[in-house]
């Protein structure tokens, strides 16, 4: 079984910054991409940011030069620095991990329970 867990969510003021964290456990043989998602009220999951095994990055257009995602290998983590949040940054996001359990599994996505962002005044 493979649980990720995130942690790092909460209330802050425009133009605040705020830094997620997500941990990855169980049987891990190899994690390919990992990184994060959100979804607002009414609005379909959208990606935020992804980190694969070889360094590359990806952000989703409205966080470009916003947010910053980190991934350390070692501990089967990966972090979304968010500064400047603005309140349409208000969702709950999602960690998601591409992995294989073993050498012989196949890749599997894993999704974290969510953690709750709320960007008001």
């Known amino acids: 079984q493979v649980q990720l867990v995130e942690s790092g969510g909460g209330l802050v003021q425009p133009g605040g910054s705020l830094k997620l964290s997500c941990a990855a456990s169980g049987r891990i043989f190899m994690i390919y991409v990992m990184g994060w998602y959100r979804q607002a009220p009414g609005k379909q999951r959208e990606l935020v940011a992804i980190?694969?095994?070889?360094?590359?990055?990806n952000y989703g257009d409205s966080v470009k030069g916003q947010f910053t995602i980190i991934r350390d290998n070692a501990k089967n983590s990966v972090y979304l620095q968010m500064s400047s949040l603005k309140p349409e940054d208000t969702a709950v996001y999602y960690c998601n991990a591409d992995l294989q359990s073993t050498l012989m599994a196949r890749q599997v996505g894993y999704w974290g329970q969510g953690t709750q962002v709320t960007v008001s005044s």
């Open positions: 980190s694969t095994s070889s360094g590359t990055t």
